[in-house]
């Protein structure tokens, strides 16, 4: 089963943690990369820009409309996820307290099970040529 394991980002959270507790949870990722790679469990990961970055896109009477900045004025954000390919919710519970994000005070990991993926490339009926 797929799971996206979604950190949510609180700069307040962020901001009151020292220099070398930032550092240590970014060394974390690291570690759990490797882990989950090695397991062979880690579908793939993104991290996301600051959402002052952000634009958004609106249609109005067929016209594009562009925002700059993030949609909503929230404490909290999208920060990034890591995808896992695991044998059921515990193991993707088990992952999720991995990310060092999950031993902030004020943060944690959403876990969520994925519906439906689909990717750049269309998938191949089983017996097709590649």
């Known amino acids: 089963m797929k799971f996206m394991l979604i950190m949510h980002m609180n700069p307040q959270v962020w901001d009151a943690l020292t220099e070398e507790e930032r550092k240590e949870v970014m060394r974390g990722h690291g570690g759990f990369i490797d882990s989950v790679r090695s397991s062979g469990e880690l579908v793939g990961t993104t991290a996301l820009a600051d959402p002052s970055s952000s634009a958004v896109v609106r249609v ?21 996820y890591y995808l896992v390919d695991c044998e059921n919710r515990e193991r993707a519970l088990e992952l999720a307290a991995m990310i060092p994000d999950a031993r902030v005070a004020g943060l944690g990991i959403e876990v969520r099970p994925v519906i439906f993926t689909a990717g750049a490339e269309p998938e191949l009926a089983a017996g097709e040529p590649a």
């Not at 067929?62 to 954000?77: F, N």
């Open 60 to 80: 109005r009477d067929g016209m594009p409309v562009v925002t700059d900045g993030p949609y909503l004025e929230a404490k909290e954000y999208l920060g990034g």
